[in-house]
């Protein structure tokens, strides 16, 4: 019985594409079975269409208040009956009641080596941007469990790149989102294996 993922996206779902595309790969034992966006229109919705994944959109535009929007994708999640929730660049702060019901099963990734530049503010571009202000070595990516903090829970696994001399924020977020896929698949299957 192939285990079940959900993933929780904002934006344009590069992340996601790495998942889905791990799944039917056989390289995860494991099928994606739903995709919720808090963005309408959020690219990666059209990617889970594409692979006939169910898409939801949870956001302010049809669930105004706070603690409806938490509770339906609570309630959503668990219609979709899942093994795994993934974070692959959700901007949404979870309700407390999400921890209670899904802790332990929760994955974020992270576009920096956590705990730099990681916690509240620090989320895309101006994580990379940051870190170029402040004329860092290194940089990478992180995949943690999600506790009720901001990327704050249990480290899985983290890769550390260089910067190169006239690295722009551009081109650093580029290379860091090819290590967040790498790694981001690495953990998953770590997850879905069991030796997490
Ligand atoms: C990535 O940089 C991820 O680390 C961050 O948001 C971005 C999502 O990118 N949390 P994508 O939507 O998966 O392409």
Redesign the pocket.
Known sequence: MLKRIAVL?S??????QSVIDACENNIVNAEVVGVISNKKNAY?LKRAQNHNIDSVYIGKGNYPNVDNRGRQLISVLNEMNVDLIVL??YLEILHKDFFKEFEGRVLN???SLIPKYAGKGF??MNVHEAVIKNNEKYSG?TVHFVDEEVDTGQIVMQEAIKINVNETAESL?KRV?KI?HKILIASIKKYIDGEL
């Open positions: 996206i934006g344009g779902g590069t992340n996601l990666g692959a660049g990734i992270h576009p989320y895309g990516a977020q989102l967040e």
